[in-house]
């Protein structure tokens, strides 16, 4: 069987043409990736057609500062129930009217003024209870509204869905049929270290390298995490290179965690495990080993 091939980008680099998938496990995550999605929209001129049966104000993590009342008069947002976007006479969902939806929305926004138009529905509810009986519909539907995004120069989308409401086998098929993954903005990146948050299991991915010039931004990163949480998972497949300095600051850290709690390091590349052997674990209290290997040395990881 083929493996797809997706590329994955923080929600504030999506742009026309994106198909996008967002399989999230809690409020949190949703509303971090979603909300910019929508008031980066709103914000910088572009159309934005919400299919929900949520009112405007309870969209998730918009935030202070955005006029909704205006941006729906003027027709930027589009808030369209799912019985005027996807639901027949009888109340089951019906793919042809979602497309007529998204088609009719994108084709008006350039004609309304707007320089693109973003999509975006929560797909959950079909998936609960009888609801996954759809489940065909729903990857014919999406596999025509890639169809449709992928080719545009002026529309965007991101499908949503809680990762709980159906089985790993069907999550993995419905994310089979887009191009790209959608996650939350990194909390840093400067070229040379990328911190991003992880919300299952909580705790922070880490990328490139953790030199002495990156310490005091990390230590604020992990600071904020520790406080929030028992145990800390951070990963670390695409950490190229920490220093000592690096290693004693996740210790300092690790002491300041509950008696029961630890910094799990997951995916640990071979050099920098190396590396932490050499010190010795038993040196660096309250880390523990993850799961997982991280990248070769020899692979990319930028």
């Known amino acids: 069987?083929?493996?797809?091939?997706?590329?994955?980008?923080?929600?504030?680099?999506?742009?026309?043409?994106?198909?996008?998938?967002?399989?999230?496990?809690?409020?949190?995550?949703?509303?971090?990736?979603?909300?910019?999605?929508?008031?980066?929209?709103?914000?910088?001129?572009?159309?934005?057609?919400?299919?929900?049966?949520v009112p405007a104000e309870r969209l998730p993590g918009l935030g202070p500062g955005i006029d909704l009342d205006e941006f729906i008069r003027s027709r930027q947002l589009r808030v369209v129930p799912r019985r005027d976007a996807c639901l027949d006479r009888g109340g089951a969902f019906a793919p042809a009217k979602m497309l007529d939806t998204i088609g009719e929305e994108v084709g008006t926004a350039f004609d309304q003024g707007f320089r693109a138009a973003r999509i975006t529905t929560d797909y959950s509810w079909l998936l609960h209870g009888s609801g996954a009986s759809d489940i065909g519909r729903m990857l014919g539907c999406e596999n025509r509204v890639g169809d449709t995004v992928s080719p545009s120069t002026m529309a965007m989308a991101v499908c949503q869905i809680d990762r709980r409401a159906c089985p790993p086998d069907q999550l993995a098929a419905l994310r089979d049929t887009h191009e790209v993954l959608v996650e939350v903005n990194p909390e840093y990146d400067d070229g040379i270290l990328k911190i991003v948050p992880m919300f299952e299991p909580a705790g922070l991915r880490i990328e490139g390298e953790l030199?002495?010039?990156?310490?005091?931004?990390?230590?604020?990163?992990?600071a904020q995490v520790v406080a929030q949480r028992g145990s800390v998972h951070l990963d670390v497949s695409r950490l190229g290179f920490i220093d000592l300095g690096g290693l004693n600051l996740l210790a300092r850290h690790a002491t300041r965690l509950?008696?029961?709690?630890?910094?799990?390091?997951?995916?640990?590349r071979p050099n920098v495990e190396s590396l932490?052997?050499?010190?010795g674990w038993h040196r660096l209290p309250g880390l523990a080993r993850g799961a997982g290997r991280g990248l070769p040395e020899t692979e990319d990881f930028a």
């Open 258 to 268: 509950p008696a029961d709690g630890s910094l799990v390091l997951d995916n640990l």
């Open 1 to 53: 069987m083929e493996t797809p091939w997706f590329a994955k980008r923080p929600v504030s680099a999506v742009r026309p043409g994106d198909h996008g998938w967002l399989a999230y496990t809690g409020p949190e995550e949703r509303d971090r990736v979603i909300g910019p999605f929508v008031r980066e929209g709103l914000l910088t001129g572009e159309k934005v057609v919400y299919v929900t049966d």
């Open 276 to 279: 932490i052997s050499t010190v």
């Open 211 to 222: 030199d002495a010039a990156r310490h005091t931004v990390f230590a604020e990163k992990l």
